[in-house]
């Protein structure tokens, strides 16, 4: 059989081991082992106060996304999106954000949810199937999580371009001038909608960053067989930058996430963020990972993971002591017990209310349909509306 051109050896130079380590292109800024280095366009000056607090960040999303997924194997949620491994992606875009910024998550953002004050228990009541996501997106500036794949990137390009058109992009307001950034997977990046999004944001020059948590499985399909190219590299294609960077390192993440939010607010345009990480856990609790993936790859991303390299790095440069760790850890436990006792607590829902949100203002189908169901509730003995 002959071989077609693009099907061969040079898929190995594209995924090979050096590019299945991020690449050249790679932006870090905290290596694996602890150690500080720069970068020509992407340092940033941190305080011991910024890397205990990326820290303590980092370690109770991970303790939220531990319970989570014991709460589901208990019998107490319906199903958990895990995010283990994927912290420091989250906290450095989470935190790189302004007030006034916008965000578009997926259904794992847990992580960015918490640095936008988002109460943990909410998450757990839209796993839990009580409520559709029970947070007010007006009061934090984070959209309700998004089930369906890649959706939100044309949601939030729209924002992006709505906020254009309000004026608050490139008014040299710090207060004033926003941006809007959309999360997703390498999988979404299949999708029509991101695609779609893209040219959107390009055409229109809208304040948008593409953010891209890259953990190289979409669900049981490693990332070769959805890209021919590293994904950050897509973007030129629409005419605008990408940039890879290490989603294992916190401090790079939030660099370059930073720098592209302010691109965006200064009325620059959109740019793609590749987040390289890697989902150490599951899809979702549904998922058993151990059919499809190497337990070789799996201990090779432990030695990279994102917590354990900003403790190696606080405790080698003095910045924290045991006092701080410990304070951390009991954070943790006392965060772990008010989301086992919360979650069983969160009531269930009253049947009439979900018709609450359908509509700003009620349409008379709707109406006709309350009405109904409302009647159908009545025939039950001690039916609750």
Same mark, same amino acid.
């Given at each position: 059989?002959?071989?077609?051109?693009?099907?061969?050896?040079?898929?190995?130079?594209?995924?090979?081991?050096?590019?299945?380590?991020?690449?050249?292109?790679?932006?870090?800024?905290?290596?694996?082992?602890?150690?500080?280095?720069?970068?020509?366009?992407?340092?940033?000056?941190?305080?011991?106060?910024?890397?205990?607090?990326?820290?303590?960040?980092?370690?109770?999303?991970?303790?939220?996304?531990?319970?989570?997924?014991?709460?589901?194997?208990?019998?107490?949620?319906?199903?958990?999106?895990?995010?283990?491994?994927?912290?420091?992606?989250?906290?450095?875009?989470?935190?790189?954000?302004?007030?006034?910024?916008?965000?578009?998550?997926?259904?794992?953002?847990?992580?960015?949810?918490?640095?936008?004050?988002?109460?943990?228990?909410?998450?757990?009541?839209?796993?839990?199937?009580?409520?559709?996501?029970?947070?007010?997106?007006?009061?934090?500036?984070?959209?309700?999580?998004?089930?369906?794949?890649?959706?939100?990137?044309?949601?939030?390009?729209?924002?992006?371009?709505?906020?254009?058109?309000?004026?608050?992009?490139?008014?040299?307001?710090?207060?004033?001038?926003?941006?809007?950034?959309?999360?997703?997977?390498?999988?979404?990046?299949?999708?029509?909608?991101?695609?779609?999004?893209?040219?959107?944001?390009?055409?229109?020059?809208?304040?948008?960053?593409?953010?891209?948590?890259?953990?190289?499985?979409?669900?049981?399909?490693?990332?070769?067989?959805?890209?021919?190219?590293?994904?950050?590299?897509?973007?030129?294609?629409?005419?605008?930058?990408?940039?890879?960077?290490?989603?294992?390192?916190?401090?790079?993440?939030?660099?370059?996430?930073?720098?592209?939010?302010?691109?965006?607010?200064?009325?620059?345009?959109?740019?793609?963020?590749?987040?390289?990480?890697?989902?150490?856990?599951?899809?979702?609790?549904?998922?058993?990972?151990?059919?499809?993936?190497?337990?070789?790859?799996?201990?090779?991303?432990?030695?990279?993971?994102?917590?354990?390299?900003?403790?190696?790095?606080?405790?080698?440069?003095?910045?924290?002591?045991?006092?701080? +760790? @410990?304070? !951390?850890?009991? &954070?943790?436990? #006392?965060?772990?017990?008010?989301? %086992? =006792? /919360?979650?069983? $607590?969160?009531?269930?829902?009253?049947?009439?209310?979900? +018709? @609450?949100? !359908?509509?700003? &203002?009620?349409? #008379?189908?709707?109406?006709?349909? %309350? =009405? /109904?169901?409302? $009647?159908?509730?009545?025939?039950?003995?001690?039916?609750?509306?």
């Amino acid at each position: 059989m002959t071989q077609q051109p693009g099907f061969g050896p040079d898929l190995v130079e594209v995924f090979g081991p050096s590019q299945r380590d991020g690449g050249p292109d790679l932006v870090q800024l905290l290596t694996p082992e602890g150690e500080r280095v720069h970068h020509p366009e992407f340092d940033h000056d941190f305080s011991a106060e910024d890397l205990r607090g990326f820290y303590r960040d980092m370690v109770l999303t991970r303790r939220i996304d531990t319970e989570a997924t014991a709460l589901q194997r208990h019998g107490e949620l319906g199903i958990w999106a895990q995010l283990l491994g994927q912290e420091a992606a989250q906290i450095g875009a989470g935190r790189a954000l302004r007030p006034q910024d916008y965000v578009f998550p997926t259904y794992r953002e847990h992580g960015v949810a918490y640095c936008r004050g988002v109460d943990p228990l909410n998450l757990l009541g839209l796993f839990r199937g009580v409520d559709h996501g029970a947070w007010n997106p007006n009061d934090n500036n984070f959209g309700l999580y998004t089930i369906v794949i890649g959706a939100q990137a044309l949601h939030a390009t729209g924002y992006a371009m709505g906020i254009q058109r309000d004026g608050d992009v490139g008014t040299g307001d710090p207060e004033r001038d926003a941006a809007v950034i959309a999360h997703f997977g390498d999988g979404a990046s299949s999708q029509g909608d991101v695609n779609e999004a893209f040219i959107f944001a390009a055409s229109y020059n809208a304040p948008v960053v593409f953010f891209c948590q890259n953990n190289q499985w979409a669900i049981s399909e490693p990332i070769e067989r959805q890209t021919r190219i590293p994904l950050y590299q897509r973007a030129l294609g629409f005419g605008f930058p990408g940039v890879r960077v290490d989603g294992n390192d916190v401090l790079a993440t939030y660099a370059v996430t930073q720098a592209a939010l302010q691109r965006a607010r200064d009325g620059q345009g959109p740019t793609l963020v590749e987040a390289y990480t890697y989902r150490m856990g599951a899809h979702t609790t549904t998922d058993d990972p151990t059919r499809y993936r190497l337990s070789d790859d799996v201990e090779h991303w432990k030695l990279k993971d994102p917590i354990a390299r900003v403790e190696v790095y606080l405790k080698r440069n003095g910045l924290a002591d045991d006092a701080f +760790f @410990d304070g !951390v850890k009991q &954070e943790a436990d #006392e965060l772990g017990h008010h989301l %086992r =006792e /919360g979650c069983k $607590a969160l009531p269930d829902p009253k049947p009439m209310s979900m +018709f @609450d949100h !359908v509509y700003a &203002e009620e349409t #008379e189908e709707l109406r006709v349909q %309350r =009405e /109904g169901y409302a $009647a159908y509730l009545e025939t039950f003995e001690g039916a609750h509306s």
